[in-house]
């Protein structure tokens, strides 16, 4: 392996333009597909084969008409004045008659007059009588009204008790993200200026949102603050941008490829989110550990830099070759749990992996090789010429004091790096789970304060109705008004039931939907309560008015895919695990280390757990990342923090601990190993933690609350595991181990390939050549350079 990446590193060196090419024309293409193809983006959340999507999906086919998008607008009227004052009720009903002539919105008015001219002869009028009757008045106390004009209900709309505030409730004729771009906001533009006549404010629900949005200012800082790292530890803006440069590639080539893509399978929000983030971090911390090592090949053993970089990308190239492979493991278990929208997460993020290693393999010799001996800058070498012969960079560093101290103090260090982890791990135990609301938005928002408005007017379930498809048993004969007022009575006597009301029914009368409004709000334990309540109520209601009952909605969703999510992470878990356990164990030859990486990424996941239930759900410290909502942790994010902190985990353990194995297997002892790994390698781990953190740490200022516990996960993850796991914890295990920690037994290691990671077999076939003299024109750097 080192040989080969040793011969392909000076390959793109001495030729870069040929790699420089390819990659310009890849570039080229992806982008040139993104101009010619619209890109579409989804917040839904489709977990296929749960009770809640196959009702779903039944609707569907069975009631086409109901399966667009769910539209929601509140109008909060004026202080001091009513919806029922003339000049705002004037407002409010020419708001609404925009939103139902806007374009891709189904104008209900249309289809109840043809009912309505029908008279008693009509299956949904006679329906909708039945189903009052029999729900009567709501149980909340806030009884909404039905907006009239000359003594007709408005369809759609419902004012508060008090007056204050109207509640919209519309289709599209499409899902919201199939939507074409600018339908959703137009339809809140043309609601906008029809209310403002008569002093309305309109709040749109968390639902009317556009394509979200991936790449914001926190995000751009966090790349910003990435730059100043690099800059920082490289010393030379030349060798910082390199990084960048490989990192921007990458995203371009990965997230782009996947947005082509849009077209024919869903592309989520989190999904290009994800990529996003891995894409960035990956990139850069790839990149910055080969520059790293050229460098250091350059300042201490005096080679050219074409030398350099090719011994660079054959050692520790080979160790970001499996770095990348381990996370690539990670994210691939996630295909074995049969979820679309997470293999499609998987696959999208696996690939973006996968084109950063391959940039940092071909294209960033190829830079360099542009690039030539200016990656050093003139002051580091001078400080390189005046150490003494034989002295490396890496022996007098913070580092190595850092890492001689863990040695010594090996037993409080292990105590230290094990207790911290499990008392944050301590709230997780607390952690609830559920999907995205307007709750979760913070308070300056219109999402958060459309949910606000509707909790306080029309009560907290009007967030969240459960939906109650209600068919025949026999599918040639229609549901009658009797059928749909007894099961209306069954289930307005479960306990939390504030209101039930028809919501829509098919034309042959077959399928009809209730709106079922619980008296808590959608992440609510009580409406968890009353969805069990309903599944367990369905059977009996079923049996006696030959209908079948499935129930969905957002709560009913929620509690599906938690409960599916739960279910499939064991195995997950344990599929991953497996698979990187395999891997750890061919490219450290040793019994000990994959399993102590293991376990110590184990403590980081809890930890990372807990203190995210903590800031999110607890409301602890939320000012410092400005948040002001509480809400439970996203249903998906357990899942896909654990295979993206365990791939990223097992980045920082090859960079540290192949270091340490590299010395070892050059002849120091396991401590002097150890110690003069950590001196190499710690630098590069700490500046690599620090880009990922800030990278991450971006995507918290997203207004998304899913992408917003991503980011803020993904970053404690990465600063509890870089720093307090692989820092400390990992060596001071090593220094307890001593030679132990690469014990392999003999049957074991004759089986195993010996895939010189270290460059062991490259030192030994194509041995270090003579140090080469510094050009002259190197001896100063260029006036581009930051000198550090």
Same mark, same amino acid.
């Given at each position: 392996?080192?040989?080969?990446?040793?011969?392909?590193?000076?390959?793109?060196?001495?030729k870069p333009w040929y790699v420089i090419g390819g990659w310009l024309a890849v570039v080229a293409a992806v982008v040139g597909l993104l101009v010619a193809t619209p890109v579409k983006v989804s917040n839904e959340v489709r977990i296929d084969g749960t009770p809640s999507q196959r009702v779903i999906d039944d609707l569907a086919r069975s009631l086409p008409e109901a399966s667009g998008g769910q539209g929601m607008l509140v109008f909060k009227?004026?202080?001091?004045?009513?919806?029922?004052?003339?000049?705002?009720?004037?407002?409010?009903?020419?708001?609404?008659?925009?939103?139902?002539?806007?374009?891709?919105?189904?104008?209900?008015?249309?289809?109840?007059?043809?009912?309505?001219?029908?008279?008693?002869?009509?299956?949904?009028?006679?329906?909708?009588?039945?189903?009052?009757?029999?729900?009567?008045?709501?149980?909340?106390?806030?009884?909404?009204?039905?907006?009239?004009?000359?003594?007709?209900?408005?369809?759609?709309?419902?004012?508060?008790?008090?007056?204050?505030?109207?509640?919209?409730?519309?289709?599209?004729?499409?899902?919201?993200?199939?939507?074409?771009?600018?339908?959703?906001?137009?339809?809140?533009?043309?609601?906008?200026?029809?209310?403002?006549?008569?002093?309305?404010?309109?709040?749109?629900?968390?639902?009317?949102?556009?394509?979200?949005?991936?790449?914001?200012?926190?995000?751009?800082?966090?790349?910003?603050? &990435?730059?100043? /790292? !690099? =800059? $920082?530890?490289?010393?030379?803006?030349?060798?910082? @941008? #390199?990084?960048?440069?490989?990192?921007?590639?990458?995203?371009?080539?990965?997230?782009?490829?996947?947005?082509?893509?849009?077209?024919?399978?869903?592309?989520?929000?989190?999904?290009?989110?994800?990529?996003?983030?891995?894409?960035?971090?990956?990139?850069?911390?790839?990149?910055?550990?080969?520059?790293?090592?050229?460098?250091?090949?350059?300042?201490?053993?005096?080679?050219?830099?074409?030398?350099?970089?090719?011994?660079?990308?054959?050692?520790?190239?080979?160790?970001?070759?499996?770095?990348?492979?381990?996370?690539?493991?990670?994210?691939?278990?996630?295909?074995?749990?049969?979820?679309?929208?997470?293999?499609?997460?998987?696959?999208?993020?696996?690939?973006?992996? &996968?084109?950063? /290693? !391959? =940039? $940092?393999?071909?294209?960033?010799?190829?830079?360099? @090789? #542009?690039?030539?001996?200016?990656?050093?800058?003139?002051?580091?070498r001078r400080r390189a010429q005046r150490r003494p012969a034989g002295a490396e960079s890496a022996r007098h560093t913070r580092g190595a004091r850092w890492g001689a101290r863990l040695v010594r103090h090996k037993y409080p260090a292990f105590a230290a790096a094990f207790l911290i982890p499990v008392i944050l791990a301590v709230p997780a135990a607390d952690m609830r789970m559920g999907l995205p609301s307007g709750a979760g938005y913070n308070?300056?928002?219109?999402?958060?304060?459309?949910?606000?408005?509707?909790?306080?007017?029309?009560?907290?379930?009007?967030?969240?109705?459960?939906?109650?498809?209600?068919?025949?048993?026999?599918?040639?004969?229609?549901?009658?008004? &009797?059928?749909?007022?007894?099961?209306?009575?069954?289930?307005?006597?479960?306990?939390?039931?504030?209101?039930?009301?028809?919501?829509g029914m098919n034309t042959a009368g077959t399928t009809a939907v209730l709106g079922l409004v619980p008296d808590s709000g959608p992440n609510d334990d009580a409406t968890k309560d009353l969805v069990a309540d309903v599944r367990g109520e369905s059977a009996r209601i079923s049996e006696s008015t030959g209908t079948t009952i499935g129930v969905s909605g957002f709560t009913a969703l929620a509690i599906d895919v938690s409960d599916r999510l739960?279910?499939?992470?064991?195995?997950?878990?344990?599929?991953?695990?497996?698979?990187?356990?395999?891997?750890?164990?061919?490219?450290?030859?040793?019994?000990?280390?994959?399993?102590?990486?293991?376990?110590?990424?184990?403590?980081?996941?809890?930890?990372?757990?807990?203190?995210?239930?903590?800031?999110?759900?607890?409301?602890?410290?939320?000012?410092?990342?400005?948040?002001?909502?509480?809400?439970?942790?996203?249903?998906?994010?357990?899942?896909?923090?654990?295979?993206?902190?365990?791939?990223?985990?097992?980045?920082?353990?090859?960079?540290?601990?192949?270091?340490?194995?590299?010395?070892?297997?050059?002849?120091?002892?396991?401590?002097?190993?150890?110690?003069?790994?950590?001196?190499?390698?710690?630098?590069?781990?700490?500046?690599?933690?620090?880009?990922?953190?800030?990278?991450?740490?971006?995507?918290?200022?997203?207004?998304?609350?899913?992408?917003?516990?991503?980011?803020?996960?993904?970053?404690?993850?990465?600063?509890?595991?870089?720093?307090?796991?692989?820092?400390?914890?990992?060596?001071?295990?090593?220094?307890?181990?001593?030679?132990?920690?690469?014990?392999?037994?003999?049957?074991?290691?004759?089986?195993?390939?010996?895939?010189?990671?270290?460059?062991?077999?490259?030192?030994?076939?194509?041995?270090?050549?003579?140090?080469?003299?510094?050009?002259?024109?190197?001896?100063?750097?260029?006036?581009?350079?930051?000198?550090?």
């Amino acid at each position: 392996m080192s040989v080969l990446l040793y011969r392909l590193g000076r390959f793109a060196y001495g030729k870069p333009w040929y790699v420089i090419g390819g990659w310009l024309a890849v570039v080229a293409a992806v982008v040139g597909l993104l101009v010619a193809t619209p890109v579409k983006v989804s917040n839904e959340v489709r977990i296929d084969g749960t009770p809640s999507q196959r009702v779903i999906d039944d609707l569907a086919r069975s009631l086409p008409e109901a399966s667009g998008g769910q539209g929601m607008l509140v109008f909060k009227a004026p202080e001091g004045a009513r919806i029922g004052d003339e000049k705002v009720r004037s407002a409010l009903m020419a708001a609404v008659d925009a939103v139902y002539r806007h374009d891709h919105v189904i104008d209900l008015r249309e289809a109840l007059a043809v009912e309505a001219a029908k008279g008693d002869s009509s299956p949904l009028l006679r329906a909708q009588a039945a189903v009052a009757q029999a729900a009567g008045q709501p149980s909340s106390g806030r009884t909404p009204v039905p907006l009239r004009v000359d003594g007709a209900p408005v369809p759609g709309v419902v004012v508060s008790a008090d007056g204050s505030a109207a509640l919209m409730q519309f289709q599209f004729d499409e899902q919201t993200y199939e939507l074409p771009s600018g339908t959703i906001d137009g339809t809140v533009e043309a609601a906008e200026r029809q209310a403002a006549r008569g002093g309305l404010k309109v709040l749109p629900s968390a639902s009317m949102m556009e394509i979200p949005e991936v790449v914001g200012v926190g995000e751009a800082v966090g790349v910003v603050v &990435a730059a100043i /790292v !690099l =800059l $920082v530890t490289l010393g030379s803006v030349v060798a910082a @941008g #390199l990084p960048l440069v490989i990192a921007l590639v990458g995203v371009t080539v990965g997230v782009g490829g996947a947005f082509t893509l849009s077209t024919v399978f869903e592309i989520h929000s989190l999904t290009a989110v994800l990529a996003l983030m891995l894409g960035l971090a990956v990139g850069i911390d790839y990149a910055l550990f080969i520059v790293a090592r050229e460098r250091r090949l350059i300042l201490d053993d005096g080679l050219d830099a074409h030398e350099a970089t090719g011994r660079a990308i054959g050692t520790a190239g080979s160790a970001v070759f499996f770095a990348g492979s381990t996370v690539v493991i990670a994210l691939a278990g996630l295909l074995v749990v049969g979820i679309t929208l997470l293999s499609t997460m998987a696959v999208v993020a696996a690939a973006t992996i &996968a084109v950063a /290693v !391959l =940039l $940092v393999l071909t294209l960033l010799p190829a830079l360099l @090789g #542009l690039v030539k001996e200016r990656v050093c800058p003139a002051r580091a070498r001078r400080r390189a010429q005046r150490r003494p012969a034989g002295a490396e960079s890496a022996r007098h560093t913070r580092g190595a004091r850092w890492g001689a101290r863990l040695v010594r103090h090996k037993y409080p260090a292990f105590a230290a790096a094990f207790l911290i982890p499990v008392i944050l791990a301590v709230p997780a135990a607390d952690m609830r789970m559920g999907l995205p609301s307007g709750a979760g938005y913070n308070t300056d928002t219109a999402q958060r304060q459309s949910y606000d408005l509707v909790s306080d007017a029309f009560g907290p379930g009007s967030n969240g109705p459960l939906m109650i498809a209600v068919n025949s048993a026999d599918t040639a004969r229609p549901l009658t008004p &009797a059928t749909l007022a007894a099961v209306t009575a069954g289930l307005r006597d479960i306990k939390g039931a504030t209101a039930v009301s028809l919501a829509g029914m098919n034309t042959a009368g077959t399928t009809a939907v209730l709106g079922l409004v619980p008296d808590s709000g959608p992440n609510d334990d009580a409406t968890k309560d009353l969805v069990a309540d309903v599944r367990g109520e369905s059977a009996r209601i079923s049996e006696s008015t030959g209908t079948t009952i499935g129930v969905s909605g957002f709560t009913a969703l929620a509690i599906d895919v938690s409960d599916r999510l739960a279910d499939v992470l064991p195995l997950y878990v344990a599929t991953v695990l497996g698979l990187s356990l395999v891997v750890l164990l061919l490219v450290f030859r040793s019994v000990m280390v994959p399993v102590t990486a293991t376990l110590g990424f184990l403590l980081t996941i809890a930890a990372t757990f807990g203190v995210t239930t903590a800031v999110f759900q607890w409301g602890w410290l939320q000012e410092l990342i400005g948040l002001d909502a509480t809400a439970p942790v996203v249903s998906l994010l357990p899942i896909i923090i654990t295979g993206v902190l365990y791939g990223l985990a097992m980045d920082y353990q090859m960079f540290l601990v192949t270091s340490m194995r590299e010395a070892h297997v050059h002849g120091a002892t396991a401590l002097d190993a150890t110690v003069t790994g950590f001196a190499r390698a710690s630098s590069v781990v700490v500046a690599a933690a620090t880009i990922m953190v800030c990278v991450f740490a971006g995507f918290v200022f997203n207004a998304q609350p899913m992408i917003k516990q991503a980011g803020f996960a993904l970053a404690a993850g990465i600063l509890i595991d870089a720093f307090v796991i692989r820092m400390t914890l990992i060596p001071a295990t090593m220094a307890l181990a001593r030679e132990k920690a690469w014990w392999l037994p003999a049957r074991l290691d004759r089986l195993l390939p010996d895939l010189d990671v270290e460059g062991d077999k490259l030192a030994r076939k194509i041995p270090l050549p003579r140090p080469a003299a510094v050009p002259s024109h190197a001896a100063e750097a260029p006036k581009a350079d930051l000198t550090s």
